[in-house]
């Protein structure tokens, strides 16, 4: 599902940087970035699949995942291809929702969860999931409420070796750019892995093709 990276649409990052949409999008399609996500903390269930409805209108190719409001995305397959849920929004589901998110797991939907640390990390193993997010591991400041402490290089080469052999995707995320990807992403930690290469997860970066095209240089894609 992914591209070699995973451009995330953060409605109050690209407002603030007077960006439009709709001309982010066509280009990380034009760089074959096909998957991405949308969010939008301060949205309500209406409001957010009213814009994700006129995403998908304008970009029918798109892979949308949704971020939260799991009963809704689970609703909208049509329109949602995948689903990322926090730890605190995986805890928070009742029993007949996260069952619900389970099954349809199991039926091509793909599930994507935050973890913070390498115990999250392992403790996530038991789950159908798409991907395994993993962060920050850079500071970043795109959440307003704040964002947990950033993991620190040797638990994350620790979740990174771990995750080499697990048959599902990593993203990282948190802060990272063309300027700092190789150090967290170096050609020898990408070499533990055959296939499904750990993706970066970018919002400031996705703003910017050259920043997006100097990162997949770097990852060689």
């Avoid at 949205?43 to 029918?60: I, M, R, W």
């Avoid at 730890?87 to 099954?103: S, T």
């Avoid at 935050?114 to 789950?127: G, R």
């Avoid at 620790?158 to 995707?169: W, Y």
Wanted: charged residues 20%.
């Amino acid at each position: 599902m992914f591209g070699p990276i995973y451009p995330i649409l953060d409605r109050q990052t690209f407002e603030r940087a007077h960006q439009d949409p709709h001309q982010l999008i066509r280009t990380w399609l034009a760089l074959g970035l096909t998957a991405f996500q949308i969010r939008d903390k301060r949205a309500t269930e209406v409001s957010y699949l009213e814009f994700a409805l006129e995403v998908k209108k304008s970009f029918p190719e798109a892979h949308i995942i949704a971020n939260d409001f799991a009963g809704l995305a689970l609703d909208n397959r049509s329109v949602f291809s995948a689903l990322h849920l926090g730890q605190e929004d995986w805890v928070g589901l009742d029993a007949y929702l996260r069952e619900k998110v389970l099954r349809a797991c199991h039926t091509g939907f793909a599930l994507g969860l935050s973890t913070h640390s390498l115990s999250q990390f392992l403790s996530a193993a038991d789950l159908k999931l798409a991907y395994t997010a993993v962060g920050p591991v850079q500071a970043t400041s795109s959440k307003p409420t704040g964002t947990d402490p950033v993991i620190s290089a040797g638990e994350l080469e620790q979740i990174l070796r771990a995750g080499a052999s697990a048959k599902r995707q990593i993203v990282v995320i948190g802060g990272l750019n063309a300027g700092n990807l190789e150090k967290v992403l170096s050609p020898d930690r990408r070499s533990w892995f055959s296939e499904r290469r750990p993706v970066p997860a970018v919002i400031q970066a996705a703003l910017s093709r050259a920043e997006l095209e100097a990162m997949l240089r770097i990852l060689n894609v």
